[in-house]
């Protein structure tokens, strides 16, 4: 992934109708999340059985969005409820790569700021 290491992350925890597509995802950003859908986030959708995943974002000039259907299980998504949460970028990761990141604690980001 091309993001940079302090993107904010969230993921709504109820499944979504996944024949929206950016304006209807954008739409559920507002009322959903309570966001702008062109903020500095990233927001995760999931589907009702959590073989895919849909992620929004804005990029600079547009929207951009990443569609991953699994062809074998199912992404390791917390419980449905009504809700969403944040993720780091490091959640993210372990999300799309089929692991179950409420599991796994990684080490803790260290960011550096830069001096001149």
């Known amino acids: 992934m091309l993001l940079p290491n302090k993107i904010r992350i969230l993921i709504c925890t109820q499944k979504i109708d996944f024949r929206r597509s950016i304006d209807g ?3 559920l950003v507002a009322d959903l999340f309570k966001q702008n859908p062109i903020s500095d986030y990233l927001f995760v959708f999931r589907n009702n ?6 992620v929004l974002y804005w990029d600079r000039n547009g929207f951009v969005l990443w569609y991953k259907r699994l062809e074998k299980g199912r992404f390791k998504l ?38 001149y």
């Open 49 to 54: 059985y959590g073989d895919r995943v849909k």
């Open 25 to 27: 995802l954008s739409i």
């Open 78 to 115: 917390p419980p449905l409820k009504d809700g969403c949460f944040e993720l780091s970028l490091q959640q993210l990761r372990w999300l799309l790569e089929g692991l179950d990141f409420m599991k796994i604690k990684g080490h803790e980001e260290l960011y550096y700021s830069k001096h």
